[in-house]
């Protein structure tokens, strides 16, 4: 959720079924959906060609596999991700599904909503709120606070943080053109944390990622835990992709790092 970069948006049409692409034809796989779908344009962003890790996505000069951890948590998370957020490898959502293994991600197009979220929204195991501002009136009736959250907690239900996964304009559509969502409460993060992540240039550093959203959440509904090992990841992924940057081999584990390799052995 960083930024405000302008692109050609993919998100206006679902997804072509009924045949299969390869990447050779410059198609790209929707790893929410499983189809293959062209982009409008070559992707060729500072990095394309670099060797990545198939595990974890980064250069393998300073590869994350070692630190992935699994956490549980009594909330869950849910990501409604725009498609050119998974074209990015600077993306911070996969982070969130590699520590919570029971992470949700689904692509979002505007005409064809993904039909198994909509059945997960009227599961009523499920208790979703949408992670957006408060910052305008239309919907101010549907505003709730953390506390809703122990509410739900203490009903036996789980639960769901919903997080538009995109830049802030592409969340901002995201959240004004999907019905399915008006019906939710809308839970507005409220913290005082300043980004730490140093791969894109956020508008505000007010303006956190992805995954620092993700980890303040868990945190503040009390799952402190899951949110430490989310964090630790977070800062292991922005230390190694920025050193990756450089063509710096890191030679120590951070702190960050050493925390994970710990509950590694737990």
């Known amino acids: 959720m960083l930024d405000e970069t302008g692109q050609a948006d993919l998100a206006d049409h679902a997804p072509e079924t009924g045949h299969s692409q390869t990447p050779e034809a410059g198609h790209y796989h929707d790893p929410a959906t499983g189809h293959s779908r062209p982009p409008?344009?070559?992707?060729?962003a500072r990095g394309s060609f670099t060797e990545r890790c198939p595990g974890c996505n980064l250069p393998v000069l300073n590869c994350l596999c070692?630190?992935?951890?699994?956490?549980?948590?009594?909330?869950?998370?849910?990501?409604?991700?725009?498609?050119?957020?998974h074209l990015k490898p600077?993306?911070?959502?996969?982070?969130?599904?590699?520590?919570?293994p029971d992470t949700?991600?689904?692509?979002?197009?505007?005409?064809?909503?993904?039909?198994?979220?909509?059945?997960l929204l009227d599961d009523p195991r499920f208790a979703p709120f949408v992670i957006f501002p408060?910052?305008?009136?239309?919907?101010?009736?549907?505003v709730v606070d953390m506390a809703v959250v122990g509410e739900v907690k203490a009903s036996g239900r789980t639960p769901v943080f919903i997080l538009l996964d995109g830049t802030w304009r592409q969340a901002r559509r995201i959240f004004r053109k999907s019905p399915y969502l008006d019906r939710l409460p809308v839970l507005p993060l409220a913290?005082?944390?300043?980004?730490?992540?140093?791969?894109?240039k956020p508008a505000s550093q007010a303006h956190?990622?992805?995954?620092?959203?993700?980890?303040?959440?868990?945190?503040q509904s009390g799952d402190e835990h899951a949110a430490q090992v989310l964090d630790d990841y977070f800062d292991a992924f922005n230390v190694s992709y920025d050193a990756s940057r450089r063509y710096e081999k890191l030679e120590q584990p951070t702190a960050a790092m050493r925390r994970l390799l710990a509950c590694q052995g737990e």
Request: aromatic share 10%; charged share 35%.
């Open 40 to 44: 409008r344009r070559e992707f060729k």
């Open 134 to 142: 408060d910052d305008q009136p239309d919907y101010a009736d549907r």
């Open 191 to 200: 913290t005082t944390r300043l980004t730490r992540y140093r791969l894109r």
């Open 208 to 219: 956190l990622c992805t995954a620092e959203v993700a980890a303040e959440l868990l945190r």
């Open 90 to 100: 600077t993306n911070t959502g996969r982070l969130i599904r590699d520590v919570l």
């Open 104 to 119: 949700e991600v689904f692509t979002w197009y505007r005409t064809v909503p993904d039909e198994r979220l909509l059945a």
């Open 66 to 85: 070692p630190y992935r951890v699994n956490a549980e948590s009594e909330a869950r998370v849910w990501l409604i991700t725009h498609p050119l957020e």
